[in-house]
């Protein structure tokens, strides 16, 4: 904490003071917390274009087994961060690694390789394809092992080997994020980053989509997720992160920012109705 008095500064001088002091604090507790991480993804800074930068020094870090959420508003730069550590956004500064192994910008595939997958918001499925076909996809740098992972995924999601020949065109948006799920676990992947997984679903099928969610984790892979719906993520994860324009604004369990009053008044209020 700064030895500077915040009664000696005028209201915004104050507000600028605490939030450099609360960024070193989050800074020092992220250090802390990562040193044995499976994934760190260290002062981020990242952007679509050059010179625009969306993310401007964020961190995160998640544990083996670990259920890791991130909310925040629109435009905070949560779908960016898992955009940036699946090698789809340039980073500019920082690093990601997993398990001790520097895997800033490298290639989707070569990520997948590496035991990270990813299940993108929108046009996650090949809707020409059966859903048999967009497993095939997920394993097509392993198809020697489809048949057992195949096994795996059908066991968490059964309704999938009875309409394995079913065109994924022709399903539901919840079934199709199940599909799209099911094709990320097709590599056998260490984490499983989900951006917006209820994003567009009803009330139900958002409770499935969670519910699907704390089973994937279960099996001990590691899942990172970015939630429009700031509440019943908070609820099932271990860990949670706010983002607000680029950078940590607040982290801690998911237990304890669903009940900081502080988090409730800027962001929960709003989020939850998002």
């Given at each position: ?13 104050a507000h600028l003071l605490q939030d450099k002091d609360h960024g ?100 996650n499925v090949f809707p020409s394809l059966t859903i048999e076909e ?64 209820s994003a567009g679903l009803s009330p139900v099928l958002q409770d ?67």
């Amino acid at each position: 904490m700064s030895d500077i008095n915040p009664s000696d500064l005028n209201r915004e001088e104050a507000h600028l003071l605490q939030d450099k002091d609360h960024g070193i604090a989050n800074r020092d507790a992220h250090l802390e917390g990562a040193s044995d991480a499976l994934v760190i993804a260290d002062n981020l800074v990242a952007g679509y274009v050059p010179g625009v930068n969306i993310l401007t020094g964020c961190d995160l870090y998640a544990n083996r087994g670990e259920l890791v959420g991130i909310i925040g508003p629109n435009g905070a730069g949560k779908s960016t961060l898992l955009k940036a550590m699946f090698g789809l956004v340039t980073v500019h500064e920082g690093t990601v690694t997993i398990d001790g192994e520097d895997i800033t910008n490298l290639k989707p595939n070569k990520l997948v390789a590496q035991g990270v997958g990813f299940v993108p918001q929108s046009n996650n499925v090949f809707p020409s394809l059966t859903i048999e076909e967009n497993l095939q996809m997920g394993a097509y740098q392993a198809p020697k092992n489809f048949a057992e992972r195949f096994d795996f995924v059908a066991s968490l999601f059964p309704a999938l080997r009875d309409r394995r020949k079913q065109p994924a065109g022709s399903l539901s948006g919840g079934e199709r994020q199940m599909v799209a799920m099911s094709r990320a676990l097709m590599m056998d992947p260490s984490v499983i980053l989900l951006d917006e997984p209820s994003a567009g679903l009803s009330p139900v099928l958002q409770d499935e989509v969670f519910v699907r969610t704390k089973q994937i984790n279960a099996t001990g892979v590691t899942v990172i997720m970015v939630e429009q719906n700031a509440r019943r993520c908070l609820q099932i994860c271990d860990r949670g992160y706010v983002l607000d324009q680029g950078r940590n604004a607040h982290t801690g369990t998911g237990a304890g920012l669903l009940n900081d009053p502080k988090v409730i008044e800027l962001y929960l209020g709003t989020l939850a109705q998002a």
